[in-house]
């Protein structure tokens, strides 16, 4: 149990806000124990079908075996573990109806990954003729009744100090940080630990003496970012109780679209690569909120104002740029007419749903090592911007807006 002490106060709200991290426990393994209960308390692992331990439970962790360990080495160190196939399918839909549950409790949900979500419950707890613990408290009994599974559970100012709360008392505990015990929970804290904080900056931060989230709170901002870039700079606002990251609810519209002009051209390539960066983006919008697009619609508009338009149904629904661009190139020449000037481009995904590809598609291990490194993508592109590593298609754009920079006065006229 954490004592008060003598730090200084971070913050001196108690709840200026109040946003909850909803975390399954060792959840693949607890989606097959509820499923069947015999394995309950049992040294418990999933993906016997790679041959590598994907998810394990408390009791196999306990006995030292680790997530990425192969078969044999697992079952060397713990003879009794019972080691299962993965059923992504059966997941999933434990994953829909934990976010179902949370929904009951606010209208503002992100659901962050298959078995975790942030709920802003500020000022619910009149709503609910609750405190925001026993919030939590009726949160957990009820995804416990009613999936058999448990979670844990942190509530704090941001998302980023929720984050940390929920992994406090593991497995199902509730940690509540108020903002007037903030400076408390951040002394225990190491540097390491806080949600966006990467190995890398982790040493660096070291290096400058700051080994604990205290430390690095307690650093002037304009001295940090000397050595840190905009994302580090939110994560230290969120540690001290402002919000700075962007919670992002689940669409209520059901598509998601991106268009943008530019000067005039007849030029194909660069056309084309317009039209691919906009699918990059309104992809990556797309995979920020978990959806996957079974229809894609592609525009063109030219410089009198002309628009064609073709939309595609699409086998599998994605929200990975590469595993369209074919479909993209196919629509593209239907409704491009060589030596036209089009001055626009867009693209809208629609239909979507919150189905994964791993559903619906057999080569998941393909698919994952795409999504992989879409997530590593998405990780470089929000720290330096928007594009900054993006399809070789879409590369004419880039180097064309480069020559506008270049040369701000040129206009193409037509
Ligand atoms: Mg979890």
Redesign the pocket.
């Known amino acids: 149990m954490l004592q008060e002490n003598t730090g200084k106060v971070i913050c001196t709200h108690t709840w200026s806000s109040a946003i909850a991290h909803i975390?399954?426990?060792?959840?693949f393994v607890a989606c097959e124990q509820a499923l069947n209960p015999s394995l309950k308390g049992k040294c418990v692992a999933v993906g016997k079908e790679r041959g590598i331990i994907t998810a394990l439970s408390y009791e196999a962790k306990q006995k030292g075996i680790k997530r990425g360990m192969r078969l044999n080495q697992a079952k060397n160190i713990c003879r009794d573990l019972i080691v299962l196939e993965s059923h992504y399918e059966t997941y999933s839909l434990f994953s829909v109806r934990m976010f179902e549950i949370l929904k009951r409790f606010s209208p503002l949900i992100e659901e962050y990954s298959i078995?975790?979500a942030f709920v802003d419950l500020t000022g619910l707890r009149r709503l609910h003729s609750k405190t925001y613990k026993e919030i939590a408290l009726s949160i957990q009994s009820t995804i416990k009744q009613e999936l058999n599974i448990s979670v844990s559970i942190g509530i704090s100012l941001t998302k980023t100090l929720a984050k940390l709360a929920s992994k406090l008392k593991k497995p199902y505990g509730i940690t509540l940080i108020p903002g007037n015990q903030i400076h408390i929970f951040l002394k225990d804290t190491p540097i390491e630990d806080v949600w966006g904080i990467g190995p890398n900056t982790a040493s660096l931060l070291k290096k400058l003496n700051i080994r604990t989230a205290l430390e690095f709170v307690e650093k002037d901002e304009n001295f940090l970012k000397r050595y840190l870039s905009k994302p580090y700079i939110q994560t230290y606002n969120e540690l001290k109780g402002i919000q700075s990251i962007e919670f992002i609810p689940k669409l209520p519209n059901k598509s998601i679209s991106k268009a943008q002009s530019f000067a005039p051209s007849n030029k194909e390539s660069f056309i084309f690569s317009e039209l691919v960066k906009n699918l990059e983006l309104a992809s990556y919008k797309a995979r920020r909120h978990g959806l996957f697009a079974k229809k894609l619609t592609v525009f063109l508009k030219t410089s009198d104002f002309q628009v064609s338009f073709i939309k595609v149904a699409l086998s599998i629904p994605t929200n990975l740029p590469i595993m369209l661009t074919n479909t993209l190139k196919e629509a593209f020449n239907k409704i491009y007419t060589q030596g036209l000037f089009y001055r626009q481009t867009g693209i809208v995904l629609s239909d979507l749903t919150e189905k994964t590809q791993q559903d619906l598609f057999e080569d998941t291990v393909k698919i994952e090592k795409i999504e992989r490194i879409y997530k590593a993508l998405d990780k470089i592109n929000s720290r330096f911007g928007n594009n900054t590593v993006c399809l070789a298609s879409s590369l004419a754009s880039k180097q064309n807006k480069k020559q506008h920079l270049n040369l701000p006065f040129i206009d193409i006229k037509i």
């Open positions: 975390d399954a426990d060792a959840f078995d975790e």
